[in-house]
């Protein structure tokens, strides 16, 4: 099974800031079959990125996911009120598990 | 517009049983693998069973592996989850989600898009 790590737990910043998450797969991740889950309280995830890279229908470009192998990351390069949430990453290589998750709260 | 609609999710008693169901609209349904996902209050998500567009494919989580059976009928585009032997680690928001994309040869497995809005399902005495 390969165990996904995000880092960090929680990240404390401020609107206009820029977030940047980690996504470390505990073995190499083919073909960047990885995707990464927007949750807001009391809301169903909502897909992001897929591919690693590849934005969403309807994902501002604000967004962006990047990496390869074991290490992949999310970054928000001006994080707006709404950005705040929980973030998960998903790899869809082996099986499916997802990390445990990144929450972005407010400053 | 795509969406997918839980319903069946309650209270149940340990050791009993609770069929989930997922009403699908807005596309081919039988065209595509279909996931449940869970997720236990405060907790993070976890994937728990997939199954192939045609059923020929069906795959487990190892916690709920032979007491969990997922199914699908095309015609009624709907999605069900029979759950058995339940505990009280069972409890958790359950979600039915779509799958894109991912290795031709492993139904199932892929990107989810969209989530439905989940059911919760509660085991307790």
């Known amino acids: 099974e390969i165990v996904l790590t995000q880092s960090p737990g929680t990240l404390s910043l401020s609107p206009g800031e820029r977030a940047t998450l980690s996504c470390r797969a505990s073995?190499?991740?083919?073909?960047?079959?990885l995707a990464w889950y927007q949750q807001k309280p009391g809301q169903a995830p909502r897909l992001l990125i897929y591919g690693a890279s590849r934005r969403a229908t309807g994902i501002p470009d604000r967004f962006s996911g990047s990496g390869s192998g074991t290490d992949f990351s999310l970054t928000i390069s001006r994080l707006e009120p709404e950005d705040f949430a929980v973030y998960y990453c998903?790899?869809?290589?082996?099986?499916?598990?997802f990390g445990p998750g990144t929450k972005v709260d407010i400053k | 517009e795509v969406q997918l609609v839980e319903s069946g999710g309650g209270p149940v008693k340990p050791g009993g049983s609770l069929r989930l169901s997922c009403e699908a609209s807005?596309?081919?349904?039988?065209?595509?693998?279909m996931n449940w996902v869970r997720q236990a209050p405060g907790k993070g998500l976890e994937w728990v069973s997939a199954i192939s567009g045609s059923s020929s494919d069906r795959h487990y989580a190892d916690s709920v592996r032979g007491r969990f059976t997922i199914s699908r009928d095309n015609a009624e585009n709907s999605l069900y989850l029979q759950m058995n032997s339940l505990r009280a680690e069972d409890t958790a928001v359950y979600y039915c989600?779509?799958?894109?994309?991912?290795?031709?040869?492993?139904?199932?497995?892929?990107?989810?898009?969209?989530w439905g809005q989940g059911t919760l399902v509660t085991v307790s005495s």
């Open positions: 807005g596309f081919t349904f039988r065209s595509y693998a």
């Open positions: 989600v779509r799958v894109l994309g991912g290795p031709p040869a492993a139904a199932g497995a892929g990107w989810f898009d969209p």
């Open positions: 998903q790899q869809y290589d082996s099986s499916i598990t």
């Open positions: 073995q190499s991740v083919s073909n960047n079959y």
